[in-house]
């Protein structure tokens, strides 16, 4: 079975700092990983996806995701935040064969400090 | 593409009443997820379909939660009789390619 395991329910960052959120999953197969964010009141927006292909993906807003497979880790990661990065941010995996489906992590909120 | 449409974006009613939330997906995905996000239990995917046959609704509550999709552009989500306790916001996403899209959600309010 698939699961998603994010560390830290909320990560708290100053305006200019590194942002780092993690993400372990686990799957018995070869999985997609997707970083998702969610500002208030909407939806989940795709940030990023890992489809075995390189093993270091890049996303809108910045952000960048590195597959580690020996870590079973996705973490997601911002060089300088900005005071609009402040949303919550799911990890997510479904595996890449057969009948899909998408398995969401906790969720981390990230708060930016000005 | 207007992306995945909900309706409605809010629905307040009282306990017992039914529930109906629509969902229109991407034209051409074929999947479509149904999921409940609230605060104690983060996001849980409810059930989902694939060329609208419904592939795995272990996540569906209870029997007071249905799910239909009568074609491959609409779904709806109905809870009869409806609880406190279903307050949460509803997330219809669908899917071609390996991510999902996600609509707005429809927060619902059981008072």
């Known amino acids: 079975a698939q699961s998603v395991t994010q560390l830290g329910s909320h990560v708290s960052v100053s305006e200019g700092a590194l942002v780092l959120l993690r993400c372990n999953y686990s799957s018995s197969v070869p999985p997609y990983l997707f970083w998702y964010v969610q500002y208030p009141n909407q939806g989940l927006q795709l940030l990023l996806k890992?489809?075995?292909?390189?093993?270091l993906v890049k996303g809108i807003n910045g952000f960048e995701a590195e597959f580690k497979k020996s870590e079973t880790s996705f973490h997601l990661t911002k060089p300088s935040a900005h005071m609009s990065d402040a949303a919550e941010y799911f990890c997510a995996v479904s595996k890449n064969t057969g009948g899909f489906k998408t398995i969401f992590g906790a969720g981390t909120r990230l708060f930016v400090k000005a | 593409d207007a992306g995945v449409i909900q309706s409605p974006r809010h629905e307040v009613t009282e306990m017992g009443q039914e529930v109906t939330l629509r969902c229109k997906p991407i034209s051409g995905h074929d999947y479509l997820f149904w999921y409940r996000q609230t605060m104690m239990r983060g996001l849980e995917l409810l059930i989902y379909f694939n060329n609208n046959v419904p592939i795995d609704d272990s996540g569906m509550p209870e029997d007071r939660f249905s799910a239909k999709m009568p074609n491959a552009s609409f779904s709806t989500l109905k809870i009869q009789p409806s609880e406190p306790r279903d307050s949460a916001v509803y997330f219809c996403?669908?899917?071609?390619?390996?991510?999902?899209?996600f609509g707005q959600g429809t927060r619902l309010t059981v008072v």
């Open positions: 890992y489809t075995s292909a390189a093993t």
């Open positions: 996403a669908s899917r071609r390619s390996p991510e999902a899209f």
